[in-house]
């Protein structure tokens, strides 16, 4: 069985510019999360999706981050316009839901983001 | 809010030394447990759980029991290898059924032969 996907593996851009994370999940898998994990602390959530809909986004900065998943499949994070401070790891994670409860999280390798 | 506190790493152990690295965490309900590994280079992966307290969990050598009296839920291994240098995370979920992760800051291990 594939893992969940995710792209880039490392980015690295200037303060003030754009930029997207792309994550497939691992097939099947109707939750899908975002973590943002800065160096030296565990991840953070920031936002969960259930299929195409937001089950909880109350940690991310809308001003400049959003995220959408409009297939109910794969999804995109994007920070606009980014800070010094988004420099972290973003991680992905999968899980399926079943019995009216979510399972086990299976996380991707993370896209590592540097903010110049 | 939840919170979950482990002990500040990094750790570095002989090879076949004992290991225990400290969580302790705060939530409100029932929440369930987890161990996750990371390895260099590589994703997050779930070690062990527990869902309620007493309950032990393990996997490739390492325990940890949920003490709700004492909220912990510290990770032990009896003898260490070299291929358990990672770093560690203990987390939380609420049990209010978002199974939403809460993270400690992470412990890395260094096993050195």
């Known amino acids: 069985e594939a893992g969940v996907a995710q792209s880039p593996r490392y980015k690295i851009i200037e303060k003030r510019q754009s930029v997207a994370f792309w994550c497939n999940p691992i097939?099947?898998?109707?939750?899908l999360y975002w973590y943002q994990q800065i160096l030296g602390q565990g991840p953070k959530l920031l936002i969960q999706?259930?299929?195409?809909?937001?089950?909880?986004d109350s940690q991310l900065p809308k001003d400049r981050f959003s995220a959408e998943r409009l297939k109910g499949v794969d999804s995109t994070l994007k920070i606009q316009p980014a800070k010094l401070e988004d420099s972290a790891v973003y991680l992905c994670?999968?899980?399926?839901?079943?019995?009216?409860?979510?399972?086990?999280?299976?996380f991707g390798p993370g896209t590592r983001l540097t903010v110049l | 809010g939840n919170s979950v506190t482990q002990m500040e790493g990094p750790v570095t152990l002989s090879e076949e030394a004992f290991l225990t690295i400290n969580c302790t965490y705060t939530?409100?309900?029932?929440?369930?447990l987890f161990w996750y590994v990371q390895y260099p280079g590589e994703g997050l992966q779930l070690l062990l759980k527990?869902?309620?307290?007493?309950d032990k969990g393990s996997n490739k050598g390492f325990e940890a029991t949920y003490r709700k009296e004492t909220t912990s839920f510290h990770l032990e291994k009896g003898s260490v290898q070299v291929s358990d240098s990672a770093v560690y995370f203990c987390?939380?979920?609420?049990?209010?059924?978002?199974?939403?992760?809460?993270f400690g800051k992470g412990t890395k291990l260094s096993v050195i032969p």
């Open positions: 999706f259930q299929n195409n809909g937001v089950v909880d």
């Open positions: 939530a409100t309900g029932y929440p369930s």
């Open positions: 527990a869902t309620k307290a007493d």
């Open positions: 097939s099947g898998h109707a939750t």
């Open positions: 994670a999968s899980s399926s839901f079943s019995g009216g409860a979510y399972n086990e999280q299976f």
């Open positions: 987390a939380l979920s609420d049990g209010a059924g978002s199974y939403q992760l809460t």
